[in-house]
């Protein structure tokens, strides 16, 4: 069975905006950004011109600038997709500048922009483009979603998560964590946070992360955390260590309640 995410009605409502903003569409690894994109161009009408920048070496400038030339050429109206738009050097200011050339015209290209880094796409958004686009968050996969297209029950789906990528190896669970690991955390985390943020310790920052992972669904404090990393640090790395994870969508974070908002991220859950 074929899910189409909620995203995807979404850009078509959107798309028939007289005046229409850049579309981005950004979330964790391997939940059907990509997937619902498509879905999406063999439902509408007209020209577009779908390219992914995807590829060990990145991408210069120009690349941009040859796909959106390209995509006028089809049609001064047609819609541009640009997918793994990360990889492309200085991607934010290419699109700022191409975008903003048109204004006033009454033809005008279309743009969707989508990758598998969040924390890259998120930096150029709001260093760049602020103003200039709307944002899709698209999250993992929903259990009734999962169930729908794979027939996960809620235990299953509460052990395996929303990953439908990892659903075909529940039952070979070396397979699993090997996948979950190689192809998810290692990617987001070496990839999309080390290569981007400012990580004082990478072993420390490591280290937060798996004891995150053993502490799930589960109330602890920043000290105790801290308490029991091997490495040197305090509340305030390990606060900013969290919240460079839960951007990156590979956790959550649930405060404790308190109508006084300066009580409710404090060190001591009650």
């Not at 009605?9 to 959107?14: D, F, P, T």
């Not at 492309?88 to 290419?94: H, L, P, R, Y």
């Not at 969040?118 to 169930?147: C, M």
């Not at 052990?159 to 192809?183: A, E």
Request: hydrophobic share 40%.
């Amino acid at each position: 069975m074929e899910i189409e995410r909620e995203f995807v009605q979404a850009i078509h409502r959107r798309q028939k905006r007289a005046l229409p903003l850049i579309e981005v569409v950004i979330g964790p690894r391997q939940v059907g950004k990509t997937t619902g994109i498509r879905q999406f161009l063999n439902q509408i009408q007209g020209e577009h011109y779908y390219v992914s920048a995807d590829g060990d070496i990145l991408k210069p400038p120009s690349w941009i600038t040859d796909q959106w030339i390209a995509a006028q050429q089809k049609s001064p109206r047609s819609l541009l997709v640009i997918d793994e738009v990360q990889k492309v050097e200085n991607w934010a200011e290419t699109i700022k500048k191409l975008w903003d050339s048109q204004q006033g015209r009454k033809d005008r290209l279309r743009l969707i922009l989508l990758g598998s880094s969040s924390l890259q796409l998120q930096q150029g958004l709001s260093e760049s483009l602020a103003g200039r686009f709307f944002l899709h968050k698209v999250f993992h996969w929903t259990y009734e979603e999962s169930r729908n297209a794979y027939g996960l029950d809620l235990d299953q789906f509460l052990r395996f998560g929303g990953y439908p990528g990892s659903y075909s190896m529940i039952s070979r669970k070396v397979d699993w964590l090997s996948y979950m690991r190689h192809s998810i955390v290692d990617a987001v985390v070496g990839k999309d946070i080390l290569s981007l943020a400012r990580v004082k310790s990478p072993s420390l920052f490591k280290q937060c992360f798996e004891l995150a992972c053993s502490y799930g669904a589960q109330e602890i404090s920043y000290t105790k955390l801290l308490g029991q990393l091997q490495d040197r640090g305090n509340t305030e790395l390990v606060k900013h260590y969290l919240e460079l994870f839960e951007h990156a969508f590979l956790i959550k974070q649930l405060f404790k309640f308190s109508l006084k908002k300066t009580l409710v991220k404090s060190s001591s859950p009650k």
